[in-house]
């Protein structure tokens, strides 16, 4: 029997019909326009069996090459994921600050233990994505370098060193006498993360959450999805049972993002990583509060006192140390008066010989003879960047709150009134001063790790670790004391110290 691209063949074996389905470029299992063999298995006694398999129904049994990887098969909601992910949350907050730092080092440990199958599975997303055409700084940030599994697992060492941040006190008031008001911290709840490319973020992101406390739902992208679905496998089995594995959800369908997105009342943050055009969808799709960045343009002003060795040294790295980042420079904006300077034709040369496609703003096109800048809210992601003359500190400073994100920006300068003019003024998350836009991370301010960076103004706004990821609760400790008008009660009001 044939049926277009699918061949099926009846068997009897011991008088019972058996399917055999040898699916070439199945529907069931797409890998990015990679042949793959995919065999089922089903009761052909059945009327329409065949069909109904070829239009996806899950009935069957399934045999495939990656079958190891995948997630056993529930009709699970999107909404009970989340109360799921809530119930287990809760029954980690209540272990011990040890219980749950031995959590994170299981996990540390799997990470190092799985790193061959973990690199398996990454080599082919990078040659799937490869295959399909992704540009090259998508498919960077979907590999996983050597060395990252080690930095990864370094990190989550890290944290789980770091003071416990779960159920700290931190203010303590005598509200009157023997009525003590604590304000303590307490997790956000069911945090979901949707992510694109780097499947390393999701390492980060669970880290976070298990040491936040908080229940996590991951939604990776397609071209991350072996890679994904091994390192949540690895991850979750280092959870213990009294916490429960579904503390951690992994969301395989892009069709429950929508779903996800109504339950305002079930998930109390999502955080989106990723393009422009992702942030913003989903900014516009949820009533549930978004933390995160649709853009990542930074840049670099080289004042005119600068010392030019320093500033070549910081925009380089600013650069070329990982273009696709999104705290790399974006656009480099250079006083007037340099523009004659040889430090400056020293650094330019410096860019091209590397490989740095430079585009000019209105003024430094004309003077550099260089290709005009199409646009100065380009986020290139790649090795190349825009460049562009200022009259002074005031105009970079003008310039930046035009076009940039308020990501990160810098200053290099030996003038520190200038530096505090710019440090002050410039409006972003993280302002520096000679000093790379590399630095803007979690992990490099000592955070132990990030679960993502935000522009925003309310609840976090930076590289966000896990203070970001918690909120606070009051807590108040009396002898019977009541209201009643305010008659019987003599507020005090009083500062306590911490213990």
Known sequence: MALGKYSAQCLSIENINIVVIVCLHSILIKRAERRVIVSCYLCGSASGSIIRVLQGEKIGTLFHKDASLWEPSSDVSACEMAVTARECSRRLQNLSSDERNKILLDVADALEKNENLIRTENEADVAAAQDAGYEKFLVDRLTLKPGKISALAKSIRTLARMEDPINQILKRTEIAENLILEKTSCPLGVLLVIFESRPDALVQIASLAIR???????????????????????????????????????????????????????????????????VSQIKTSTKIPVLGHADGICHVYIDKSANMNMAKQIVMDAKIDYPAACNAMETLLVHKDLIKAPGLDDLLLSLKTKGVAIFGGPVAHEVLCIPEANSFH??????????????????????????????????????????????????????????????????????????????????????????????????????????????????????????
């Open 212 to 278: 936040s406390g908080n229940g996590l739902l991951l939604k990776g992208g397609k071209e991350a999805m072996r890679s994904n679905k091994v390192l949540h496998k690895v991850i979750t089995g280092a959870i213990p049972s009294n916490v429960g594995e579904k503390l951690i959800g992994l969301v395989t369908s892009r069709d429950e993002i929508a779903d996800l997105l109504k339950l305002h009342d079930v998930i109390d943050l999502v955080i989106p990583r990723g393009s422009n055009k992702l």
């Open 378 to 499: 380009h986020e290139y992601s790649s090795m190349a960047c825009a460049i562009e003359f200022v009259d002074d500190v005031q105009s970079a400073i003008d310039h930046i709150h035009c076009y940039g994100s308020a990501h990160t920006d810098c200053i290099v300068t030996t003038d520190d009134k200038v530096a505090e003019t710019f440090l002050r003024q410039v409006d972003s998350a993280a302002v520096f001063h000679n000093a790379s836009t590399r630095f803007s991370d979690g992990a490099r301010f000592g955070l132990g790790a990030e679960v993502g960076i935000s522009t925003g103004r309310i609840h976090a706004r930076g590289p966000v670790g896990v203070e970001g990821l918690l909120t606070t609760r009051w807590i108040m400790r009396g002898s019977g004391q009541v209201v009643n008008g305010d008659n019987d009660i003599a507020y005090t009001h009083k500062n306590l110290p911490l213990p």
